[in-house]
């Protein structure tokens, strides 16, 4: 009789203490995960509990220093996978109307985005590339991706990426017509590193682009090489930043981009 109430009151004091962590709240468990994670995590607005978070902006940091900032972000982790030693968990990126959902996991190590699939505006990532708002663009950005993983603090060194550029618009530009629509194609291998290819969808499109991208696993540069060519309707404006993308030859322009990642 004494063996079960002592067994009863354990598995009470364990109830408990599993209900009490349940309900700790969101900020709470984000203040750890900085302590946890080798990557600074900033929000704001966080509330839930550990069963599901509802977060006005979420921030962390990409290999180069580069600032990733989410609005209106929905996570739903999934405590089982806690027992493997990885932390999975479900999530909703919302913005202008679109969304891009998936499922990511997070280990001592190494991160995994283990699907994502979805739209957005393609002003939700100016907070990270404010060299997209320097240039006027405007448009859609729809994402695929599968089984993307890496250490903490380097690129991708597993999975595939596709993005498709959708209506692309320069906003000083006096036309109604855009610029066109691309998609981005990306592998990344542990042994070669990541490669890729850019194309043009829409035909005609006002800037036709094809281009190659590479970042060899032994290097820290990103490298982005190809053509761009202009429509006979392409307005003057267009044509007279030609020279600023890379080397241009009456409506084409060939461009050779280098980007240290360190």
Known sequence: MKKRRIYLGVTALAVFLGALLLRTPAPWILAGANHL???GISWSEAQGTLTGMDIRGLG???????????RAVSLKPALSSLLGGRLTLQFRIDDGG????????????????????GTLPLAAFLPTLPELEIAGLEGRVSIQAETVSARYGALPDRGQLQVQLENIRAVWLLTDQPLGSYRLA???????????RLNTLT????FSLTATVTQPSS??????QGAGQLSPEAPMPLRRILPI???????????DWQVGLD
Request: net charge positive.
């Open 186 to 196: 990306l592998r990344a291998q542990e042994q070669t590193g990541i490669s890729g």
């Open 60 to 70: 962390f940091t990409l290999p180069g220093e580069r600032r990733v900032w989410l």
């Open 203 to 206: 035909d005609p499109a006002l």
């Open 245 to 255: 993308l890379g080397k241009a030859s009456r409506d084409r322009v060939t461009i």
């Open 37 to 39: 994670l080798p990557t």
């Open 219 to 224: 290097s820290p540069t990103l490298t982005f």
């Open 98 to 117: 679109e969304q891009l959902t998936g499922t990511a996991s997070f280990g001592l190590q190494r991160w995994a985005l283990t699907e994502a699939q």
